[in-house]
């Protein structure tokens, strides 16, 4: 385990791993563990923020016992959460990881060596942790090619220089949603006036879960639809509220472990 302990007496990090976590106690877990075991062989120093953005179960508990560093954002907004968690930051390189999603150690050290040649940031191609229907795989596909040749780093997975990160004030809390997208091309032209590049993984892919496909309804994908055409919908936090949404404890358990080994 990273202990709590090192975390308080050591203040020098050279990166920062950041997590946004609402009601996450299923999956924080798997998600801890995995990054442990990423972190364990770098000789970089590094620390993990779990940013409880108002949790109601174990979340925050369960990141302490990880050795967390925990954080607390009462407004329950994805932006603010990693906002809040860039500003506690004690990193120059600064990585914010979804609660449901495994870092392998190969794409670890791969973020934190592009910024240290100069990167100021990017994302990751993709791939979800079980098997998908065929459409989504296409899909998939599709995103990580638009991903890759545009510079938009998914949600999931975004690493970036700190100071990029406070130079473009972070994450938009104008946002319910999509504010990765709004990030990534803030950076990409900061970068682009210093020189540095963008840059999205990829190989290896960050490994996601598929809960959100697993969980919409067909009105909620007329929704996307309708977010897809009209962007200011993102502004609504009803309308995107199914980001925030988690089912019952019990009913959203994917392990993560058989396809980041694969990539690790």
């Known amino acids: 385990m990273i202990h ?10 050279t990166y920062s791993v950041i997590i946004p976590a609402y009601n996450e ?36 508990e369960i990141a302490r016992a990880f050795g967390a ?4 954002e009462h407004h329950n907004q994805i932006s603010r959460a990693r906002n809040t968690g860039g500003r506690s930051a004690l990193g120059d390189y600064l990585i914010f990881l979804d609660a449901d999603t495994g870092l392998g150690r190969r794409l670890l050290k791969t973020a934190l060596s592009n910024l ?5 940031g990017g994302g990751a191609t993709i791939d979800f942790s079980g098997p998908v229907q065929p459409a989504v795989r296409m899909a998939l596909g599709m995103w990580n090619r638009f991903s890759v040749s545009f510079g938009i780093a998914a949600g999931c997975f975004i690493y970036c220089l700190r100071q990029g990160f406070e130079a473009t004030g972070g994450f938009s809390e104008k946002v319910y949603a999509s504010e990765e997208f709004w990030f990534s091309r803030r950076l ?14 990829r190989h290896p892919p960050i ?12 009105a909620e994908w007329l929704l996307l639809l309708f977010i897809g055409a009209f962007p200011l919908a993102v502004r609504n936090r009803s309308l995107c509220s199914f980001w925030y949404r988690r089912p019952p404890e019990g009913t959203d358990r994917r392990h993560l472990r058989y396809g980041i080994h694969r990539r690790s």
Request: charged residues 25%; proline residues 6%.
């Open 69 to 72: 560093r925990v954080v607390f």
């Open 207 to 218: 490994v996601t879960s598929d809960r959100k496909l697993q969980r919409r309804t067909p």
């Open 116 to 120: 240290s040649a100069g990167r100021c």
């Open 4 to 13: 709590s302990k090192t975390i308080a007496m050591d203040k020098h990090k």
């Open 188 to 201: 990409k032209k900061w970068g682009k006036g210093r020189g540095q590049v963008f840059e999205v993984i």
């Open 25 to 60: 106690a299923v999956w924080l877990p798997d998600t801890l563990a995995l990054l442990q075991k990423a972190m364990a062989p770098l000789s970089l120093p590094g620390e993990v923020i779990v940013v409880d953005n108002n949790s109601t179960d174990a979340t925050p």
